[in-house]
């Protein structure tokens, strides 16, 4: 069993760091995926598409992507703050301190 030599206390092996979903960044890279066919296309001459088409569709793109970004902004401030991992931890080991202490 390799685990890339990297191994945290007792022996388990390390979270992998996780980060949020970016939603703008996914519509950005669908919408330059078609582009960059186009200018492909265009190279091997089996496309007509004009360049001022072509040129006009970056920033298109680009403008999709910010609405994007600024709708998940509004959505994550709406929802407020989540509640980490470690947070929990905390408040169920406080709630068991409670416990314990009432019973004794």
């Not at 979270?15 to 330059?32: D, M």
Request: hydrophobic letters at 50%; charged letters at 30%; glycine letters at 8%.
């Amino acid at each position: 069993m390799s685990d890339g030599g990297h191994r945290c206390r007792a022996g388990r092996r390390p979270r992998v760091g996780r980060h949020r979903f970016e939603p703008a960044r996914l519509v950005l890279g669908l919408c330059l995926l078609p582009i960059a066919a186009l200018y492909a296309l265009d190279a091997v001459d089996e496309t007509d598409v004009p360049v001022a088409a072509r040129f006009a569709m970056l920033p298109a793109a680009l403008l999709l992507a910010a609405v994007v970004a600024v709708i998940a902004v509004a959505v994550r401030r709406a929802r407020g703050p989540r509640e980490t991992a470690k947070a929990r931890e905390t408040a169920k080991a406080r709630e068991a301190d409670e416990v314990g202490a009432g019973e004794g």
